[in-house]
């Protein structure tokens, strides 16, 4: 299976035409039509519908565009990473992370590398601890930055000198948003949205869970989020409170969303982690050793 081939694939499942991916490959029609044909007898599986104008994918096109997407995205990883080793403060560095106002650390490391090596390229990825550490494992990224609570067992990492306060975001005609802060009486027979990453794992070692104590097994839990933004969705047509951390959704005068911490009080940390016995680009090894420099001691 060729990169070449795959690359002309994905042209197709995304311009939904012969014609238009030929067009933005610059090549002919007959040459890709014969391409693709080869390549669904290779795996043996017909991945396009083919309609008079367009093309859409079969469930079969569909996991293997998936898997695509991967692979052309680790040849493109690998051949800037051998790229880069013509200079030491060239290349690009990938990055994964959740919703955070502590990402301005990294941004702090990021300005200050831009000043001095402008050919530095960096790469943000969005998503929760499932999406971030599968993006790391395969390769996809250089680091990941993790809102704890979150499992840093397989890998090497640095706490940041990060603390995010958690609350319920609600809207702001709801009875509760006339209190300075929530307990967890307040949310027992309330209509709950929690992030799917704070309630995973075991009891005893998450610091989320035991903040409700014996309470978390009666929660009316009605809706589960890896991101807050779709939550704050939620929120906002009244489905329930969600419990997030302060400063992702927008709660500011004309919002119709309000936030109030937690009491008693509860925060996140922040950790930077990178997979054990990682071989860095000279880019990403220099992003690392700023990072070491400014927060390892702090």
């Known amino acids: 299976m060729e990169i070449r081939v795959l690359r002309y694939f994905l042209a197709i499942a995304r311009e939904g035409s012969i014609t238009n991916a030929a067009n933005y490959l610059h090549v002919t029609q007959p040459t890709l039509s014969r391409q693709i044909k080869e390549l669904e007898e290779e795996v043996g599986q017909k991945l396009f519908i083919r309609g008079?104008?367009?093309?859409?994918?079969?469930?079969e096109g569909f996991i293997l565009r998936k898997r695509a997407e991967e692979i052309v995205s680790m040849v493109d990883k690998t051949e800037a990473e051998f790229r880069s080793m013509e200079s030491t403060v060239a290349g690009d560095i990938y990055i994964g992370g959740g919703e955070t106002r502590a990402i301005s650390y990294i941004a702090d490391v990021v300005r200050e590398l831009r000043e001095e090596y402008p050919d530095i390229k960096y790469h943000l990825h969005s998503g929760n601890e499932a999406d971030v550490t599968e993006r790391l494992d395969r390769g996809l990224i250089d680091f990941g930055i993790l809102v704890q609570p979150a499992d840093l067992t397989k890998y090497d990492c640095l706490h940041l000198p990060a603390e995010d306060i958690w609350g319920v975001v609600m809207r702001k005609d709801s009875p509760l948003a006339e209190k300075p802060s929530i307990t967890r009486?307040?949310?027992r027979e309330l209509p709950l949205i929690l992030s799917r990453q704070a309630i995973a794992g075991r009891k005893e070692d998450n610091e989320f869970i035991n903040w409700f104590g014996s309470d978390f097994d009666k929660l009316n839990i009605v809706t589960t989020f890896n991101l807050m933004y779709n939550a704050?969705?939620?929120v906002e047509a009244g489905i329930g409170y969600a419990?997030?951390?302060d400063g992702i959704t927008n709660t500011d005068v004309n919002s119709p969303l309000c936030f109030r911490p937690l009491?008693?009080?509860m925060t996140a940390g922040l950790d930077v982690i990178w997979k054990k016995y990682q071989v860095f680009t000279p880019a990403a090894e220099l992003f690392l050793k700023r990072l070491q420099e400014r927060y390892a001691l702090a």
């Open 263 to 265: 009491e008693p009080r």
């Open 232 to 234: 704050a969705i939620m």
């Open 243 to 245: 419990v997030g951390i």
């Open 185 to 187: 009486q307040d949310l």
């Open 52 to 59: 008079s104008h367009n093309m859409k994918l079969t469930q």
